[in-house]
């Protein structure tokens, strides 16, 4: 099965920051990345799919980069209710469609 | 609307099976793939597999290999999901959700805690 390895598994970082995560795929998956963010108890929701694609209604503060295997998510202004967990996740349809491990973000 | 009901929580010993339903309601039953995931108390998301409800093919992550069957029956529009031979390891919220090829999980199901304990 391919793997997809997220860092760092937790950050702490101030309102306004600039903030960062990555996931790697053991490999190549083209464009067919999907980042969600979830809540406690919440089921995961989608922020930024086909690896650069915002998703309808979710804060332009959020934007996502890469391909084939390297990917990053970027919020540009860390705000309070961005406090969540965050999981990328491939669905080519040619491979299992694996989780990363996930990123705690927490206010500083 | 789009809809996925799943069957009400469950409580197992080590050894035993549990299968989990979830119905579907406001699309077209087979023009989906139903995709099943887990998440273990205060754990990540885990992917175990999906079913293609119109021709019944499956993938399977591997580390459930042979012990997870995923069905479907498009009469009732409802796909199930059974686990075999758990143990306290599988205790966790298992969820469906929906996709199309090439599309990310939009949908999903309100999640069924399975709790294995003896």
């Known amino acids: 099965d391919i793997q997809m390895t997220q860092s760092p598994s937790s950050l702490s970082a101030s309102i306004g920051d600039r903030v960062t995560i990555t996931c790697r795929a053991s490999q190549g998956i083209s464009k067919y990345l999907v980042w969600y963010q979830q809540k406690p108890g919440k089921v995961p929701k989608v922020l930024i799919y086909?690896?650069?694609t915002l998703q309808s209604g979710v804060p332009s503060r959020f934007s996502g980069s890469g391909s084939g295997t390297d990917f990053t998510l970027t919020i540009s202004s860390l705000q309070p209710e961005d406090v969540a967990t965050y999981y990328c996740q491939t669905y080519n349809s040619d491979h299992m469609h694996t989780f990363g491990g996930g990123t705690t973000v927490e206010i500083k | 609307q789009v809809q996925l009901v799943q069957s009400g929580a469950e409580v197992k010993k080590p050894g035993a099976s549990v299968k989990v339903s979830c119905k579907a309601f406001g699309y077209t039953f087979t023009g989906y793939y139903i995709h099943w995931v887990r998440q273990a108390p205060g754990q990540g998301l885990e992917w175990m597999g999906r079913?293609?409800?119109?021709?019944?093919?499956?993938n399977y992550a591997q580390k459930f290999q042979g012990r997870v069957t995923m069905t479907s029956d498009a009469s009732v529009s409802t796909a199930y999901m059974e686990l075999t031979t758990v143990t306290s390891d599988d205790t966790a919220i298992y969820y469906c959700?929906?996709?199309?090829?090439?599309?990310?999980?939009?949908?999903w199901g309100q999640g069924t805690l399975v709790t294995v304990s003896s």
């Open positions: 079913i293609n409800p119109n021709s019944g093919g499956t």
């Open positions: 959700a929906r996709t199309r090829t090439g599309t990310p999980i939009l949908n």
């Open positions: 086909a690896a650069s």
